[in-house]
């Protein structure tokens, strides 16, 4: 019987130095995506700002209205991914589809005016060409993350 209760105990660990493991496992994969994103992102802003060649008087007004632009701008994709992925065409009538269709529209159109709202918000911090050289910017890094993630895959 005492066989039985250290078996029992015994198993018991195992199974709470397996939970904790995982959950170790999983924390640290979160925190190297953590990781991952945060280089991403000082990779952008290396890029943005050596392409811009911002005075720190326009650093200053430039990042925060850059950031809050670039986080409306990720809600509005979050928005037409999940339209996208979340409403499959199958087994939908042509009305439903065309409705889905509509509503992506509608958001490419908030994203168009986004722009819009914000270009000018830009130009009072910097100078037409630094705008212009911004969204070059923004292709350039756009262009080589995606080049690494079809070098990863």
Do not use: C
């Amino acid at each position: 019987m005492k066989h039985k209760v250290i078996t029992h105990q015994y198993r018991n660990l195992l199974v709470a130095m397996a939970l904790v493991l995982a959950a170790f496992s999983t924390a640290n994969a979160q925190r190297r995506s953590e990781e991952e994103i945060k280089r991403i992102q000082d990779a952008k802003v290396a890029i943005i700002t050596n392409r811009l060649s911002l005075t720190p008087e326009q650093s200053a007004g430039f990042w925060p209205v850059y950031n809050e632009f670039s986080q409306k701008r990720r809600e509005i994709h979050r928005a037409q991914r999940k339209i996208v992925n979340d409403k499959k065409a199958e087994g939908k009538t042509d009305e439903q589809v065309l409705n889905n269709l509509k509503e992506v529209q509608d958001l490419r159109q908030k994203e168009l005016d986004l722009e819009k709202e914000y270009q000018n918000r830009f130009l009072k911090v910097i100078s037409a060409a630094q705008v212009i050289e911004l969204y070059k910017a923004e292709k350039t890094f756009n262009d080589m993350l995606l080049q690494r993630l079809k070098q990863k895959n």
